[in-house]
């Protein structure tokens, strides 16, 4: 008695077999070595398969055909060495087939070049000299009905003999040569005529022929026929082109091989292009794949991933609807329905919808269930029995591509058709073609966004939450990530008040995207904020910085540029690191871009100088701070950004600061991050008075110091009840310095309005420390006591190689 297993898989080598004759059995056609790789894909878990031939000169094996995901994203070459130890040089060698698991392919030499794990390797000889290699991320991997399988693929795999008539020899007549280096490329007067170009008119450059490319085509065009992108093994491609009579686009076959240029030679493209608008169906397996594979490539985040599977999918397929959702414990959390409204999709859909997108039970859908644990492609035509979950998805026919990648089930997408649908093997073989290419691609986007919601958190830890209120001046800041990736960068922007009414303008950009220039940045806004808060010069706050900079060991660099400035006077100094300069515009609408000399980028050089440059600036003078992703991108240099910027500056309404720093961005390109920091200096309505006085260390300082102290407030017009309380703290604070520290002391009396600060700076770090408890033998230790008891408010703070204790006072008179 043949047992159900046995049965099943009797049929299922019949169904093999049927399907390899049907490919083989007709006339010799140019796709035919690839429809028979394509079997592989639909009755076996592989999800790439190529054949490899020897080359001319008998010592390598030369990749001839493959279908299915990208080689490299499997690390296989273009050719093995038949003299080296590899797996398709072992099987050519021996004729044995081999079966590697990950274990075994650790071993190999090629290994780095793999996943991680998960990977499972065929390795078949065939009949006329070359190999047949498969390729399956599947935990099971190639089982037994996956190996019988393999096995007639390669028992009908035909390689061409020496001699043989080519079956494309039409195809390769339609010829053409790209030059890498200079993208000039020769081609024949049937390629033109498919194009509807004359040859007069004709100017021998790839961008013109592009231009007559549908757009939509464009990015898997252009995967084709940049080299770097050919590292990724796209050798096959069909797209459309405009006809000149406005007519339905025209469908082209592009077949080509990158080709080494050697010593001297730059490298070369070449291939044929034909007509196959009457030869392939409406659905292009191998094209839709690439396509796909191509605008994956470019997918950072999980919504990426899922518009790029509809964009590949749904229009091709002719489908009415397609899912895609990611498998969290027993719930399917949908990223992205087409099209997006409820009415289109089940009942039980509609009543999970809780967003933006429903949540979809795994265990009210069974057979998604069983789909998801053998991790294999389901196809269900019309009249199929399901689960009305499933069932109105797809009532004319329903797709389960079940995404997995590195043995872990991330999704699934599921695609369904009102109307009776026929699933084709070409369509079969795009569809679990396209499961593997998603499903890695969803695991790469899962791990960037968990990314990049963790940088975006650091950031915007890091970053100023609001901008402090100025005496005379007011500040706007607006920071915009790049869309491009979306990584998030360094770029950052701060303002730091300063004592006597002065104030720091930051802006910086540190090397790369990443997480590790996130913190950089983090890094190298606190330190500066240190530094300028005790009291040093712009350039010593940039060389400080710079050195802290070269001790953390970092790989990466950081330009800024830092303004300090003077509201009172009306003064700014400006220190800038490798970055670009600041931009002025006057009250009048003149804008300045305030070119001076800079140093280096910091972390670069331990012993660089940071000469600081002078600003002018008056009232109505605004002072715009921007990192390079505003003034510079790939088709426009930094000094064109920067006239542009001066120009949009000149012609904006300095009245409305938030509107001008919007508009400016308006014109971003977001191709890397962009940070702006504009302030527009009004001057002090109220000028402070100042006076200071250097303390001798005299029997008499304090004396003296009253006396200064005396002699000032009353110019100043201070009531004498308050120039008392005035006298007691001077005289309290310079004898504690005096007494405590060593070095030089100051006192500074500055008066705005009615309030009164007293300053004492000396040259000791330690900060005024206020007993806790004083005992009646005490000697010492009140006058804190006394300076708090009639002050306003008072405190230290850290200056330049010291300390400055202050204490203020209303006077009111």
Known sequence: MVSQGAAERKARALRVEVALKTVTGGPASPDRMRRVLEQALVFSSASLAAV????????????????????????LRESYPLDARSPAADAHRTGVPLW???????????????????????????????????????????????RACLELVAEAVSLPAPGEPDAVEELRANSFSLAMDTGRVEVGDEILDLFGLRRTD????????LGHTVPDDLPALMSVVEADHMSIGERELEFRVLRADGGPPRWLRLRGRLLPGGEGHPA?????????????????????????????????????????????????????????????????????????????????????????????????????????REGRAGIWPAGTTLEPALADVGPGGLAVLPLSAGGR????????????????????????????????????????????????????????????????AVAVARYLPATAGLEVGGDWYDVIPLPDNRVALVIGDVQGHSTGAATLMGQMRTALRAY???GHPPDVVVSH??????ELETDLFVTCCYVEVDLEAGTAWCVRAGHPPPVLRRPDGATEIAESDGGPPLGVVTQADFPMTPLRMVPGTVIALTTDGLVETAAMDIDTGMDRLAHELSVSDPAHLGLVADALLGNAHRDDDVA?????????????????WTVWRVPEAARHARRFTRRTLRGWGVPADAMDAALLVVSELVTNALVHTDGPVRLDLVLVGHRLRISVTDASPRTPVKPTSLGWEATGGRGILLVEAVSDTWGALPVSGGKQVWSELLVEG
């Open 52 to 75: 490899y031939t020897p080359g001319e000169n008998g010592d390598l094996l030369c990749l001839i055909e493959s279908a299915g995901a990208p080689r490299t994203l499997y690390g």
């Open 100 to 146: 590697l698991g990950p274990e075994q392919l650790a071993d190999c030499a090629d290994s780095r070049r793999m996943p991680a794990a998960g990977v499972h390797l065929a390795v078949l000889p065939v009949r006329d000299g070359g190999c047949l290699i498969a390729v399956s991320d599947h935990p099971r991997g190639f089982d037994t009905d996956d």
């Open 202 to 209: 004709f100017d021998g450059r790839v961008e013109t022929l």
């Open 268 to 372: 070369r493209l070449a291939g044929t292009v034909a007509d196959v608008s009457t030869v392939r169906s409406g659905v292009t397996d191998v094209a839709r794949v690439q396509r796909l594979a191509a605008a994956l490539a470019t997918a950072g985040t999980v919504r990426d991933v899922s518009q790029a599977v509809v964009s590949a999918l749904r229009l091709p397929l002719r489908a009415d609807r397609i899912a895609l959702a990611e498998l969290e414990n027993d719930r399917l959390v949908v990223t992205v329905l087409d099209p997006p409204e409820p009415e289109s999709w089940p009942e039980l859909w509609r009543l999970e919808w809780r967003t933006e997108w429903p949540d979809a039970p795994v265990r009210s859908m069974p057979t998604l269930a069983a789909a998801l």
């Open 409 to 472: 089930m991330a999704g699934a997408c599921l695609i369904g058709w009102d109307t009776p649908h026929d699933f084709g093997p070409d369509e079969r073989a795009l569809l679990t073609a396209s499961a593997g290419l998603v499903g890695q691609a969803l695991m790469r986007a899962h791990a960037f966004d968990a990314e990049h919601e963790l940088v975006g958190m650091l950031q915007r830890q890091l970053l100023p939450r609001r901008l402090p209120k100025l005496p005379g």
């Open 532 to 534: 300028a808060a005790e």
């Open 545 to 550: 910085a710079n050195r802290l900079l070269m």
């Open 676 to 692: 702006l920091l504009l302030m527009r200096y009004d001057g002090m309505a109220v000028q402070p008075l100042r006076e200071g």
